[in-house]
């Protein structure tokens, strides 16, 4: 079966069962021995995109490290919904969530294609919650800014899933669990956000300093790190008391679920590293995780 014939199938049998979205799936993303990496990126300013500078050379060398895969599953802290989404379009709009950046950075698109049979396939895969299909959303910058560095050709499927914003980390997690199996079926898995986020708190005069950050966000940020090697996820879903200055480096939720959704498909034979480590401005941190 080619995947013409496969995506045509998907999108006339909506009353398709499960079983046979998995037979479907095993046509073109049939699992084998080998799990793709997962990565957790800290994006930071949508300017990384169009900027040659320490993160996004370390995105472009991503890209030349990792495995190709088949298709890219990001999470990104940027598409918050009521319940659960993925896209389901086949030509995924690049989506310029932000303003008062350059009329360079809007400029830019990346015309990566979607995989409908893909998002289907999720949606009857994961048991709980209902997955529900998305024709509108594309893909926002917690997705396209890191993307065009690491494959900037986009001709790999990029598909989003969204964060239902009125569900607890716990929950993040534990539907996380049920994406792993996407890993052995040549799936990468990106969560994109930022361990610390606290905008209201950057200093922009030291916005373009060397690994700046306050000595809470430095501290912060070691204890998340710390209990990342130490496969510690409990303590990082039950964040708000992991330590004093969480509620500093994690007014609201939205870039720190994105780390859950990574974690949540770890798997014990992964090795841990970290990348992009530093601070920015005071209260950002860009450190980001490879599991594999």
Known sequence: MNRKTFLTLMAGTSGMTAMGSVRLLNELFAETDTLMPALFIGHGSPMNSIEDNLFSNRWKQLGRELPMPKAVLVISAHWLTKGTHVTAVEKPQTIHDFGGFSQALF????????????????????????????????????????????????????????????????????????????????????????????????????????????????????????????????????????????????????????????????????????FNDRAVAGSLTMTSVMLG
Not at 178 to 193: E, F, H, P
Not at 213 to 231: M, P, R, Y
Not at 243 to 259: E, F, N, R, W
């Open 107 to 274: 400029d830019v698109h990346y015309p990566a294609p979607g995989d409908a049979g893909l998002a289907k396939s999720i949606s009857e895969l994961i048991t709980e919650p209902t997955i529900a299909l998305d024709h509108e959303w594309g893909l926002d910058h917690g997705s396209w800014t890191i993307l065009n560095h690491i494959y900037p050709n986009a001709d790999i499927p990029v598909l989003q899933l969204s964060i239902d914003y009125n569900k607890p980390a716990q929950f993040h997690y534990e539907l996380a669990r049920q994406l792993a199996s996407l890993r052995k079926r040549g799936v990468l898995i990106i969560g994109s956000g930022n361990m610390v986020h606290n905008l209201r708190m950057v200093d922009f005069a030291k916005l373009n300093e060397d690994n700046y950050g306050f000595d809470w966000a430095l501290e912060l940020n070691e204890v998340f790190k710390a209990k990342i090697l130490a496969g510690d996820h409990q303590a990082l879903i039950n964040y708000t008391s992991l330590h004093t200055a969480s509620k500093l480096g994690i007014p609201t939720p939205d870039h720190y679920y994105p780390l859950l959704y990574s974690l949540g498909v770890q798997q014990p034979t992964d090795t841990v590293s970290f």
